[in-house]
């Protein structure tokens, strides 16, 4: 049906309770700016600045054509009520944002929330965000700057040390007079893994945002620990790398300390945890997967979720086929940069699950095996009494068996992800699409150009000038998808 001005005076609307707006996305890949929203649920959405000032206008629940007005003199351009209207229950009321004072109208569909490729499943709380804020409090002193150049100077002269006088060999040597040990060094990397977690919540809180919780879940096919960190997506660049590196910095604590153990007792278990983490620090660092090298470069390209980009730039490497609207908002550094970890990550990711796939039957044959040589121990260390042994043998059980069920999980899931891929593709050929010849039913929705003028954008540091640039009538009507631009932010931290 026709939308009419009429339809929207009477409405008084308001933003949703809980809704919190972030403001500026400092640090952005993207060529318009764009604002931050967070909702009850934790979502943080990326919106464009009309959208932005829509609900900042609809802070005081005006009607309509009140709202209307107060939207076209803070944009500089004149927005009608039926162009409102559409913004409205086309994009705010849909995402759970605004919503009519009075409460009434049809209920929609739950708000969308992100559903990243390669994202963690199946995961459960171990911290509550309050006992995560009041260690973060207490452990901010170590993000002081003198105190991490110190940390990191000790670090490389440990190294250099146990380089120097250290004895592998005498450390597995222990191992292998003493496999009972290696429950204790488990323990020890379970526990190390904890603490970079930590690190992450740290480094959020002492940039000035708030950690979420602390739990462990299922990433690709292994146990994993993660931190909500997603409120620092309101810091600026620096606070989000900070965030990012926060649990390797940890590590970089925790090396220290096992290092000085073993220099003081000679304990050969220290020295192997030392190794160890050191290794599993550097497998952090690439950015083909969600960890923290991921989200490292995320940050310096100011693209919050690369994989989101992988189709669009795949897209615009055909011949004869122009570049997708979802490269084009990009900055010209930060579209080069993705699309060198599209054409290096992708190819990687796909030969690595081709191999899977491949050597799956062997896989899971191994595992049987280990599993039943590792209940063979498991009984015979019962039988005779030895219970470090038992504890051993069931973490091997489990370890060797969460794979296996992580891979019989992660298979369907892909295919499923894939399938979805495609019908969103289809969803956004359909969407973009030349109007059809009924598409004037939506003549109301427009905005009407005023005069170019300077205003003041307030950013994190300085103000920028930005100019306003005359915009054509009708373009709400027909491109309304890029004018008020939506990104879901996945949880950040979660790996």
């Known amino acids: 049906m026709t939308i009419e001005p009429s339809q929207g005076e009477a409405v008084r ?32 959405i990326q919106i464009s600045e009309l959208l932005d000032l829509v609900l900042t206008k609809a802070a005081t629940e005006p009607v309509s054509p009140v709202l209307a007005r107060d939207v076209s003199q803070a944009y500089g351009r004149e927005l009608d009520v039926a162009g409102l209207t559409l913004l409205i229950d086309q994009k705010l009321r849909p995402l759970g944002l605004l919503e009519d004072a009075a ?21 459960g709380t171990l911290l509550p965000a309050r006992a995560v804020n009041s260690l973060a409090a207490v452990l901010r002193p170590l993000y002081f700057p003198p105190v991490v150049i110190l ?37 020890m990397m379970v526990v190390g893994a904890g603490i970079h977690e930590l690190g992450h919540a740290t480094a959020c809180k002492y940039g000035g945002a708030e950690p979420g919780v602390i739990g462990v879940g299922v990433y690709l096919v292994f146990p994993a620990f993660f931190t ?13 790398l900070r965030t990012d590196l926060g649990g390797l ?3 970089v604590w925790c ?15 220290l020295l192997l945890f030392v190794i160890t983490t050191q290794i599993m620090m550097i497998q952090q660092l690439p950015p083909t997967i969600r960890l923290d090298g991921y989200f490292v470069l995320t940050d310096l390209a100011g693209v919050p979720d690369l994989f989101s980009r992988v189709g669009p730039v795949m897209r615009g490497l055909i011949p004869g086929r122009p570049l997708d609207p979802r490269v084009l908002e990009l900055r010209p550094s930060a579209r080069r940069l993705v699309r060198v970890w599209v054409l290096t990550v992708i190819p990687a990711l796909v030969l690595l699950f081709a191999w899977l796939l491949w050597n799956l039957p062997l896989i899971v044959g191994g595992a049987v095996g280990a599993v039943v040589l590792h209940s063979q121990a498991l009984s015979a260390a019962w039988a005779q009494g030895r219970p470090a042994e038992v504890v051993l043998s069931l973490l091997s059980i489990v370890l060797l068996a969460l794979p296996v069920a992580g891979i019989a999980v992660l298979i369907p899931r892909l295919a ?4 979805k891929a495609v019908q969103n593709m289809r969803k956004a050929r359909r969407s973009t699409a030349p109007p059809a010849t009924s598409t004037p039913r939506m003549a109301g929705a427009h905005l009407r150009p005023k005069p170019a003028r300077h205003t003041e954008v307030a950013g994190p540091v ?5 100019r306003r640039l005359p915009l054509p009538a009708g373009l709400l009507r027909l491109r309304t998808s890029k004018l008020s631009s939506i990104d879901l932010l996945d949880l950040k931290g979660g790996e």
């Open 255 to 269: 090396v220290l300390l096992a290092g000085l153990g073993y220099l003081l007792t000679g304990n050969g278990i």
């Open 151 to 187: 940390a990191l100077a000790a670090l490389i002269g440990l190294d250099v040390l146990l380089f120097v006088s250290s004895s592998i060999v005498g450390a597995l040597e222990q191992i292998w007079v003493s496999p009972t040990l290696l429950l204790g060094l488990f323990v």
């Open 103 to 123: 409460g009434s109208g049809p209920k929609g569909d739950p708000a969308p929330t992100a559903r990243p490729l390669l994202a963690l499943r199946l995961k």
């Open 462 to 466: 300085r103000h920028v000038s930005a």
């Open 13 to 44: 609307w308001r933003v949703v309770p809980g809704v919190e707006l972030l403001g500026p996305a400092t640090g952005s890949g993207l060529v318009q700016e764009t604002f931050l929203v967070r909702r009850p649920d934790g979502q943080v």
């Open 228 to 240: 909500n960190v997603t409120d620092s997506y309101r810091l600026g660049r620096a606070g989000r």
């Open 416 to 419: 499923l992800d894939g399938v």
């Open 249 to 251: 910095y940890f590590n």
